[in-house]
């Protein structure tokens, strides 16, 4: 069976409203172990969770953001499949938006460091096309909905 993970997409607007759409700037964490890939948070769905639940404890727990700090973006869920040391993984994300542009990051002992990033450098990070490709959609989604 999959590994079952689940994340939160962590975005945050320029403060020019809608100028244009590079004012979208995504949230990456650089993982301290392996290849030090850059991913929003995200982790394993525990007993008794459900899988909102895990997107934000894991929210909270790697990057310091707590529930109230964000708004989750109606509308938008993604499942990326892949294969993670030999085995098939399965990770839901969700969009949310921190209500201050400001907001404070905690790094975990699990993450090494954390970037604001508009989307083409966000996906030359993610090095994933899985993930890369969720981050296009969100992207996507933003633009063409009044969220």
């Keep these: 069976m999959a590994l079952r993970a689940c994340g939160l997409i ?5 403060l020019i409203p809608k100028v244009d759409n590079n004012t979208i700037e995504f949230l990456l964490l650089q993982a301290s172990d392996g290849i030090h890939h850059w991913t929003p948070p995200k982790g394993h769905v525990e007993p008794g969770e459900d899988d909102l639940e895990t997107a934000l404890r894991e929210t909270r727990e790697e990057a310091g ?35 201050d542009y400001d907001v404070e990051i905690r790094l975990s002992h699990e993450h090494q460091a954390y970037r604001w990033l508009g989307l083409e ?13 969720a981050l296009q959609e969100g992207h996507q989604f933003l633009c063409s909905t009044e969220a």
């Excluded at 499949?81 to 921190?98: C, F, G, M, Q, S």
């Design 65 to 99: 953001i707590e529930a109230g700090q964000l708004t989750i973006i109606e509308g938008f869920k993604r499942e990326l499949n892949y294969v993670a040391r030999d085995k098939p993984k399965t990770v839901i994300y969700w969009l949310a938006e921190v209500k």
């Design 121 to 133: 450098e966000a996906c030359q990070l993610a090095q994933f096309k899985e993930m890369k490709a």
């Design 10 to 14: 962590i975005f945050r607007r320029c």
